[in-house]
């Protein structure tokens, strides 16, 4: 796989026949690992090590409906009472980031109404906060730590 411009991490992976999968460290289970799933792992273990966001507050595809069209958001994290804080969308390093994932995002959002937006393809990451009180955000040069999110709040 790819170089990412996250941290490197001991990934615990597989062969199963002729691919690959590997260990998701918040679903605790193998996936199969292809370009999109590599960023998402970089991603979980950067937020758990290096953001100090607890595993047990992440919720990996969470399930969220739109109209009538049920759709998945890659990562969203809550806090204790299970408000969501941060909603994370992953693309596989190939896939440019364009409008089109930040309108995809925003989407996510209307069911969410996170604090934290953070969009990356393991190359490339834009992080952005929200102001809802004055309909605002503002891109942040690095994602907060779990408890500079909290702070939010």
């Not at 411009?5 to 615990?12: A, G, K, N, T």
């Not at 990996?60 to 994370?88: F, Q, W």
């Not at 069911?111 to 955000?137: E, K, P, Q, W």
Request: hydrophobic fraction near 40%.
């Amino acid at each position: 796989m790819q170089r990412l411009i996250f941290p490197e991490y001991d990934f615990r992976i597989r062969p199963v026949g002729d691919k690959q999968e590997i260990f998701d460290i918040v679903r605790k289970r193998f996936v199969a690992l292809t370009q999109e799933e590599w960023v998402r792992q970089h991603v979980l273990h950067f937020l758990s090590r290096e953001k100090s966001v607890p595993l047990s507050l992440m919720a990996v595809e969470k399930n969220l409906k739109i109209n009538t069209l049920i759709k998945r958001a890659d990562i969203v994290v809550h806090e204790r009472s299970g408000r969501p804080l941060l909603l994370v969308e992953c693309k596989a390093p190939g896939v440019k980031i364009t409008q089109q994932a930040f309108d995809q995002a925003a989407r996510y959002d209307m069911v969410f109404h996170v604090n934290f937006l953070f969009i990356t393809n393991g190359m490339a990451n834009y992080c952005c906060s929200f102001d809802y009180t004055h309909n605002t955000y503002s891109f942040l040069p690095e994602i907060p730590s779990y408890a500079e999110m909290i702070a939010t709040l």
